[in-house]
């Protein structure tokens, strides 16, 4: 989901990731079993918002899990595209938004990299600060992510999950308020998250 700044975000995946590559202590279990995670993305909760996710593997399905995700957030007026800026946009918020994730990991047990699709469903609300008007709309953000899940301590199940996705925003409605401006939705973009998880095996 966006953080507040995408430029520091890329540089925390960039050093987090080599290092979790480094320091996977867990070994991997000899037959994967069916898991259920709780993760969250602290950055939200930084923005007036929260994020949550559940994740469920199959022990039918080694490699495979799907991901369900709830978040809002308040996105600041700083990252909005200078052409949003410009025209008298601000105060965009994500009220309750979803997204679905599908990954692939490299390792049976879903530890270390993973990939896959994903989409986010945004219902986005921002403000016209010329006119005083609020506009809402809906946007689908389709995309692929990459990851690395991280296992730090070897007799606890919380995991560390830095991930990059890249794809592009759709508006599913009107972005324009009457005559007046038109509000721009991101075409290629790409969004860098740290989540912290705790798995429940069986």
């Not at 079993?33 to 469920?56: C, K, Q, W």
């Amino acid at each position: 989901m966006r953080t507040p700044s995408i430029h520091r975000s890329l540089l925390t995946f960039s050093l987090v990731l080599p290092l979790t590559m480094h320091a996977q202590q867990r070994p991997a279990q000899e037959e994967a079993g069916t898991s259920l995670s709780i993760e969250l993305d602290p950055a939200p909760f930084l923005l007036n918002g929260y994020s949550f996710s559940l994740r469920y593997a199959n022990k039918a399905l080694p490699h495979w899990s799907v991901m369900a995700s709830v978040y809002a957030a308040d996105f600041p007026d700083r990252m909005l595209s200078g052409t949003n800026r410009d025209a008298g946009w601000s105060d965009l918020h994500f009220a309750p938004s979803q997204a679905l994730f599908v990954d692939y990991s490299l390792r049976h047990d879903g530890r270390g990299f993973f990939f896959g699709p994903s989409v986010f469903l945004y219902d986005n609300r921002v403000t016209h600060e010329g006119s005083g008007t609020d506009l809402a709309f809906r946007s689908i953000y389709p995309n692929v992510r990459i990851g690395y899940t991280w296992f730090p301590f070897k007799k606890a199940d919380l995991y560390v999950t830095p991930w990059l996705n890249l794809g592009s925003e759709i508006a599913m409605g009107p972005t324009q308020i009457n005559d007046g401006p038109t509000y721009e939705v991101a075409g290629f973009k790409y969004i860098a998250a740290v989540h912290l998880g705790y798995r429940v095996s069986w």
